[in-house]
């Protein structure tokens, strides 16, 4: 099987979470659960908050929703088919045409301008993403910074220039992950104002992983994670 098998089947969430636990070796013998038969949907246009103390499994779910880590038992659906058995490649194909991802560190790359950064997941990719790039740009305000590089952005730009990097394969779900956590609250504010647009407009999912309660204001729904099992939804 390879990604492109992994068809939408109709009315399928994008991403969803089955009975997932995730547990890991802790040495000397024992294990530490990071996540407990978590169940998990985000559909098309929805954005949620995932919410939590440090170490209750915020980043393990989103590893696992983002097909970087496997879960001990359960299943991951992407577009209502089973991830399970994909080999490496055929994971990062799946990743490349369904999932995009927005850091709280921006992870741009420091020599290139702008629109290098956004076409850059297009890269072994055949055709030339360059208009796809600066189109992207301009929707997230920034068509007057399409040569700039990244020190010559401010971080907000930043993010907004990675919001656009993750959309330019034209993903089902965003993952973000603190996408607030290194900016000001006036430039959060334009950040997640852009959010909502691009999935309201574009009917893309976003999980947000933050401990920011400003995030939770921009959210259809916030699931509360604790000790590795949903606490709240």
Do not use: C, W
């Amino acid at each position: 099987m390879t990604a492109t098998d992994l068809h939408p089947v109709e009315l399928a969430p994008p991403l969803q979470l089955s009975d997932v636990t995730k547990r890991y070796d802790s040495g000397a013998g024992g294990e530490v659960v990071a996540l407990s038969h978590v169940d998990f949907t985000v559909a098309r246009g929805e954005v949620v908050a995932v919410v939590g103390p440090s170490g209750s499994g915020k980043s393990t779910m989103l590893n696992v929703l983002g097909l970087l880590d496997d879960p001990t038992s359960g299943r991951v659906e992407l577009r209502g088919q089973s991830t399970t058995g994909l080999t490496e490649v055929q994971r990062t194909d799946a990743r490349r045409e369904s999932l995009g991802f927005v850091f709280q560190d921006f992870h741009l790359l420091p020599t290139l301008t702008a629109v290098e950064n956004v076409r850059l997941p297009t890269a072994f990719l055949p055709g030339d993403a360059t208009g796809r790039a600066r189109d992207l740009l301009e929707r997230v305000g920034l068509g007057d910074r399409l040569d700039h590089t990244p020190d010559e952005l401010s971080g907000g730009q930043k993010q907004r220039v990675a919001i656009a990097r993750a959309l330019i394969n034209e993903p089902d779900v965003l993952l973000a992950d603190e996408p607030t956590g290194n900016l000001d609250r006036e430039t959060g504010t334009a950040i997640l104002e852009e959010i909502r647009r691009i999935a309201d407009e574009s009917a893309v999912g976003v999980v947000a992983v933050t401990h920011d309660d400003l995030v939770t204001e921009y959210a259809d729904r916030t699931v509360e994670l604790v000790d590795g099992v949903i606490q709240r939804e």
